[in-house]
């Protein structure tokens, strides 16, 4: 517990009055002011929008250091996992706490093709979508009416764990579905011969007609993928399922609520905007700099899509695992795709231009992942759907962790009033 760790005081001069509060220390060495007791004691809220200094929890599932590019799950380096495991072996390190057994591996694997299918009376959502109805928002809403068709989850742990296996197993399967009912093709069923990510792979490109064949590259890629994204800390999509969490909501409906702040294009929504970014350069001619001189001009909105970040202050360490991703994918499959080559040239111009190296801002996750899915054949639209299947073992383990932390209350920030005071009514005959 954090709180047995205290390090030090911090002393609050108000007037003549003087508060102290205590100061925690993580393993990591990252310091933590206590203000629990700030607004009984003092009158005063703290004011930090966007919560750039706030922490909301403890948390023993990420490590990050963004001035030094670090990233570690349950204490594994992410570069380890990604060249090393597959993402079910990394969905049960973060949900359970530690990389399972061989036998354990197997069985995950098992259970997670024994739910894989999606209830039959499901599927007629997907017949009533509208053509060219974005996955995310498909996703979102079958993931929160699972809870009608599995309603037994309650409080017992058994029955989250169930939840949280038939969530990670699921959710390929509507992502799949998703991207058939786009393109107008039968659905291809899961299968239990295949493994998450060629279950994955194989129910996207395979048709009734044609068998896909699975490439391991393509697939050890996936893996990888998905593990890049698999947690984050507290980013807003995972705070945002803790805050639906913390009011007693049940995982279905937190994690539902975690896809539609994932599919922000400030967030994981981006991967879809560098790929369109990209394209943009390339039909004016390939010209960079026009990016790169409209992303820092203060007078419009534009942002480079795929750089910076709010907690890297370095080079993001998942950018540099998807670049060599990337290349390693283009190469085996023989292609020379020009986005690649502009997505370079613009890192390069942009890593060497005053604003963004003032700014500390460089390559996230998002800026070569979806040359690697385009690769392999994923429309764009699907690219934010890749993300959230990846984050979504990160978002089932801080959901756990939240609802097993006696520190955790209902998520409720406080505000600065500052519209009108009191206002007498006046009665609408009065009104000017
Ligand atoms: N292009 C141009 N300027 C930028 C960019 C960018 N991509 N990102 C930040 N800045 C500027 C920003 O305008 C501000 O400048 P100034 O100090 O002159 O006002 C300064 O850098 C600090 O930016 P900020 O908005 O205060 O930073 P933030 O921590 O609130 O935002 C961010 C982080 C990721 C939302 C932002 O960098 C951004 O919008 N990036 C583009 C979208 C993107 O790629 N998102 C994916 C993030 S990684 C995947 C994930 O986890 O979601």
Redesign the pocket.
């Given at each position: 517990m954090l709180e047995n760790n205290k390090v030090a005081t911090a002393d609050l001069v108000i007037g003549d009055k003087k508060f102290s509060y205590p100061i925690y220390e993580g393993t990591e060495k990252e310091r933590a002011l206590d203000i629990r007791k700030l607004r009984a004691e003092t009158g005063l809220i703290t004011y930090d929008p966007?919560f750039v200094n706030t922490g909301s929890c403890e948390s023993a599932i990420t490590f990050l250091d963004g001035e030094q590019g670090i990233l570690r799950y349950r204490g594994y380096d992410i570069l380890d996992l990604a060249e090393n495991c597959e993402f079910i072996e990394v969905a049960y390190l973060l949900i359970q706490g530690r990389l399972p057994t061989k036998a354990e591996r197997q069985r995950y694997a098992r259970l997670l093709n024994q739910h894989s299918m999606l209830h039959e009376d499901m599927q007629g959502f997907f017949r009533n979508y509208p053509e060219g109805a974005h996955p995310m928002a498909i996703a979102s809403a079958m993931v929160v009416s699972l809870s009608s068709f599995y309603p037994e989850i309650a409080d017992r742990e058994e029955e989250k764990s169930l939840a949280a296996t038939r969530l990670i197993s699921k959710i390929r399967t509507m992502a799949a579905f998703s991207y058939k009912k786009s393109v107008g093709e039968p659905f291809v069923y899961p299968s239990s011969k295949l493994t998450y990510c060629e279950n994955l792979l194989n129910m996207v490109f395979a048709s009734p007609v044609a068998d896909y064949k699975l490439d391991p590259v393509l697939v050890k890629a996936m893996n990888q993928l998905l593990i890049l994204h698999a947690d984050?800390e507290q980013?807003?999509s995972t705070s945002v399922v803790r805050m639906v969490g913390s009011t007693g909501a049940n995982l279905y409906a937190s994690i539902s609520a975690g896809i539609s702040a994932l599919s922000g294009?400030?967030?994981?929504g981006?991967n879809q905007?560098?790929m369109e970014m990209l394209e943009e350069i390339r039909a004016h001619g390939g010209d960079v700099d026009k990016m790169v001189e409209r992303?820092?001009d203060?007078n419009d909105s534009f942002?480079?899509?795929?750089?910076?970040?709010?907690v890297y202050k370095s080079y993001?360490p998942r950018a540099k695992i998807a670049k060599k991703v990337c290349t390693g994918v283009l190469e085996k499959l023989g292609i020379n795709d020009p986005l690649l080559d502009i997505a370079m040239k613009l890192e390069e111009r942009a890593l060497n231009d005053e604003y963004f190296i003032k700014?500390k801002?460089y390559p996230?996750?998002?800026f070569y992942t979806g040359i690697t899915y385009r690769a392999m054949g994923f429309p764009t639209n699907m690219f934010t759907m890749l993300f959230a299947i990846g984050r979504l073992p990160g978002w089932i383990a801080q959901w756990y962790e939240m609802h097993n932390d006696p520190n955790q209350k209902i998520g409720r920030p406080r505000q600065a009033y500052c519209g009108p005071t009191q206002l007498r009514y006046v009665p609408i005959e009065q009104r000017t």
């Open positions: 966007g984050h980013n807003a294009p400030l967030h994981g981006a905007e560098v992303a820092k203060p942002r480079l899509f795929g750089f910076g970040h709010r993001d700014r801002l996230n996750v998002d």
